[in-house]
Structure formats: C-alpha cells, structure tokens
C-alpha cells in the first residue's frame, strides 16, 4: 500500500524534532497547514460543454515571510499531497535560509488531455479561485509538474487584470519576457548538479565518469542530465511517465532530448535499450536521481537500489521506511529539500528583481545559486556530523529550528 504523503511528511517531521527542545505548543503548531484552500470551479471546454474541476492552495506557514511553492497538474493530485508538498516547501525555504513560508498548490486534471485553448481556461479559471490567497506580500506560485513558464504567465496576466496594473512579481517562472529571470528554468537541475557535486566530494568519488540513472526526464531531470554529463558524468539511464532507456556505455542527454521532441517518449531511444521506471531505479549506477514525483523509492525496493549516492531531484521520492534500509546499507541520500532547492532560490531571485524592477544577468544568477547551494550543504553537512543524523535529519533540524525561532520572536497573536 502507497503510504500516505502527508502522513510521510509528519513522519519526517517527527523524527527530526525529537532532537530538538521545543515547547509542545510550538511542536504542535508547525505540524498542521496555517490554511487550507479548496476550489471546485467551472471550465468552458472546445466542445462547449463545462467540465467541473477541483483544486488545491494549501500555505503550511508565514512565520518567515510570505509563502512561495508550486502549482502542479495531476489527475492524481490530493488534498494531503499538497498538504504534504507545502510542508516540504516550509522546510526548504528555511534551510536556504530564504524569507519564505511553504504553499503548494494543485488541480485533478490530466493537462495531456487537454488543448492550449482549455488549458488556458483551466489555469485563469483556478487562478482566480485561488487569488483570494495571491500576492507578491502574502503568496507567491510557482510551476511544479506539468506547469511551465507560460502557465504562470496566464496567471499573473490573470492576477493583473483583477488589479488593472501589471504585477509581475505575484508569480515566478515566467518567461523572461514578461518579468522572469534569467537561470529560472535551469535552475533546479542546476542545483542538482551542485547538491551531486558537494556530496561526491565527501564521499571522496570523483564526478568524472561517474554512473549516473536519472528517474523523470520532464525539467529537473532532463537539465540536470545534461549538467551533469558537461560535467563528465556518465548518463547510463533515464526515463519519463512512459518508460525509460538505459545504456551501460553512457547516453547523450541532449540526443535523448531530441529523440523525445521527435517521438512524444525515450523509451525508443535508437541508442539504448527499453525498461520502465522500476527497473531504472534499481540499474547499476553510482549515482541515482529520482527527478519524478513522490513515493518512488520505498521499502519494496530500498534494498535492490544499486547506487551509493541517491539526490532527489523530485519532492519525497523516498519514504522514510526506505531511507531507514538506504542508511542501514551506507548509501547517502541529498534529501529533497537540500537537493532541488536551487529552483526555489532562483524564484527568490526572480521576486526580488520584480520588486525592484531590476535584473541580474544569467552569471550572476548562477554564480549566487552555486554559493548559496555549496553554503547550505556545509551548513546541512556539519549538522549531521555534529549531531549524528542523515543529511535528511539534519537539514530537517536546521529548517525546523529556524521556522520555530521565528514564530517564537513574533509571538503569539493576539
């Protein structure tokens, strides 16, 4: 049985307070969502019939700021994933040390399904529902799965128009063109490639030629790929939704890239051979980066997972009944929050620049997102050593102490 997303989150949650002295009020309150948004709402479709679709903004908290998390289009899509995905975002924000609480958001709907012209109307539709909640002060979305740069463009020009100005900072990952940042849609990969790089390091294993098996081959996944191959890593595996293609010798992530553009899917790559998701998990490599969705490596098969560093490029792809085998066995596992962050960092970028009206060019971006990411890894891997914890633990330790230190200074209103 798929465990629970939320309940994984808790889990987490649990786990690492036990090494910290908070008071039970506190504990409490940092557990459970600040608020929660469900929206049933109404959609013209190119037939002219109206479908009825649900969605989800959940903010997890505003202690340090406003909110900032994704959107993402899913038919699988629960209240409790995003619950669970808001929690996350909390914690991430907190250990880049960003002025950030956590939000996510999400709709139940399969956007392969639909056209640009219902997508549109889908995307404005749920923007307003949700704009209740929506400001450059008090929320900020961002793309998640299945959202891109034009989506968020929809949204703020939809947010916009409600105001009768232009609000460019209301939303990141917008194309440059419209107050987006230079970096932004590298930035996560990027980040990757930073997080894979520090942890090699002490591990004491060298990036070149390393094997490297890539779960999710959307943004995240296909960026870091190719990253990391510059870099002189060997690709030896990747995969989307519909399957994946491995080649012992090593892949050309841009070929793969092309060779999907081409065919809607890598799975026929002509210069590897077909497996599913599963089995990439468990290929012979030395690096292994779930880039997908949530819950992909778990107790089931923890124990059959080939490589000696995982960093997970997606938000809780490892349970915490696998991470307990992933420790038992010396694999070392960058946990979402550390590893992916760099999307998140370069967000901060793009809202500050909109709020001044000013830009930084891509190497200023990408000279800040490399310092800022080697800085938060010294800082999560000193924790650990210090206390004796997993990167996870420990990374959970600092961005839980920094949240609870937060609320604590504020206070209680009224």
Not at 52 to 63: D, E, K, L, N, Q
Not at 108 to 116: E, F, N
Not at 190 to 211: C, I, M, S, W
Request: charged letters at 20%; a neutral charge; glycine letters at 8%.
């Amino acid at each position: 049985m798929t465990p629970n997303p939320y309940a994984m989150a808790l889990a987490q949650y649990d786990g690492a307070v036990k090494h910290l002295s908070l008071k039970r009020g506190i504990l409490e309150y940092l557990r459970a969502p600040k608020r929660e948004l469900t929206v049933n709402f109404p959609v013209k479709m190119d037939d002219r019939s109206v479908r009825i679709f649900t969605g989800y903004r959940v903010h997890h908290s505003t202690a340090r700021g406003p909110t900032k998390g994704g959107i993402r289009y899913h038919p699988d899509v629960t209240l409790d994933e995003v619950r669970a995905l808001a929690m996350w975002m909390t914690w991430k924000c907190a250990v880049m040390n960003l002025p950030f609480g956590g939000a996510k958001g999400g709709v139940i709907c399969d956007p392969k399904q639909l056209s640009l012209q219902e997508l549109e109307n889908l995307t404005r539709r749920y923007a307003t529902e949700i704009s209740i909640l929506m400001s450059p002060e008090g929320d900020i979305p961002a793309p998640d799965v299945n959202t891109t740069p034009q989506i968020m463009a929809w949204i703020m020009d939809t947010y916009s128009m409600h105001r009768g100005y232009s609000v460019p900072a209301v939303v990141t990952g917008k194309p440059v063109a419209v107050g987006g940042s230079l970096g932004r849609a590298e930035a996560t990969g990027r980040g990757v490639l930073v997080a894979t790089r520090e942890a090699l390091a002490r591990l004491n294993l060298p990036l070149k030629d390393a094997r490297v098996a890539v779960q999710g081959f959307g943004n995240v996944g296909n960026v870091s790929a190719v990253l990391l191959h510059a870099a002189g890593a060997r690709i030896v595996a990747v995969s989307d939704s519909r399957g994946g293609t491995r080649n012992p010798r090593g892949l050309d992530p841009l070929a793969v890239l092309r060779h999907k553009g081409e065919s809607g899917r890598v799975s026929d790559f002509p210069d590897g051979e077909p497996i599913d998701n599963q089995e990439l998990l468990i290929t012979d490599c030395d690096i292994l980066i779930p880039a997908a969705l949530e819950q992909q490596i778990t107790a089931a098969n923890a124990d059959r997972v080939r490589a000696k560093l995982v960093v997970e490029g997606a938000n809780g792809p490892t349970t915490p009944e696998a991470d307990v085998i992933l420790g038992a066995r010396g694999v070392l596992v960058v946990p979402d929050i550390l590893a992916n962050a760099g999307g998140v960092l370069v967000s901060y970028f793009e809202w500050v620049q909109d709020l001044q009206s000013f830009s930084w060019s891509e190497e200023e971006i990408n000279e800040r997102l490399e310092r800022l990411m080697a800085r938060a890894f010294g800082e999560v891997a000193a924790a650990a050593a210090s206390r004796g914890a997993d990167l996870r633990t420990a990374a959970l330790i600092r961005a839980i102490e920094r949240v609870a230190e937060a609320v604590m200074i504020r206070g209680i209103y009224p």
